[in-house]
């Protein structure tokens, strides 16, 4: 019979476990690297804080809890922070984020919603990146 810290040992396990999967997923399906950054941001640092929680519960008390302890607070302030780097460093860059016209043009099942970006004919400099490489 499993005591009730071992059951919550297992809960944080199964949770943990299923946020990571969920990262990995995001990273794997989603289309741009803004979308691919929120999923590892979010999903990634919840699964990893939930690990870490298991393990500091299983540790019951002491110096190795506290480190845990430690962990998941320099966890929850360093991923989001790194992820936000990233995708403001992508921004900065001039990549721009996918847009339901984007799923049109590959043949995509996209809907009738206008496109986040500047049309075609809006666009100042022709759809070039700031290498002179084209976005599509």
Do not use: C
Not at 5 to 12: F, K, N, P, R
Not at 28 to 37: E, F, G
Not at 66 to 88: D, E, G, Q
Request: glycine share 12%; net charge negative; aromatic share 6%.
């Amino acid at each position: 019979m499993a005591t009730v810290t071992e059951g919550a040992v297992i809960a944080l396990l199964a949770g943990g476990l299923f946020f990571a999967f969920v990262a990995a997923v995001g990273l794997v399906r989603l289309p741009d690297l803004y979308t691919r950054a929120h999923s590892a941001s979010k999903s990634d640092t919840l699964g990893a804080v939930l690990t870490l929680g298991a393990a500091a519960i299983a540790f019951d008390s002491g110096v190795d809890t506290l480190k845990l302890v430690l962990l998941i607070v320099f966890m929850f302030i360093t991923n989001p922070t790194a992820a936000h780097a990233i995708a403001r460093a992508a921004a900065d860059q001039g990549i721009d984020p996918w847009t339901v016209a984007d799923a049109d043009e590959d043949g995509g099942a996209g809907d009738a919603a206008e496109p986040a970006g500047p049309a075609d004919g809006d666009d100042p400099d022709g759809g070039a990146v700031a290498d002179g490489g084209d976005r599509r």
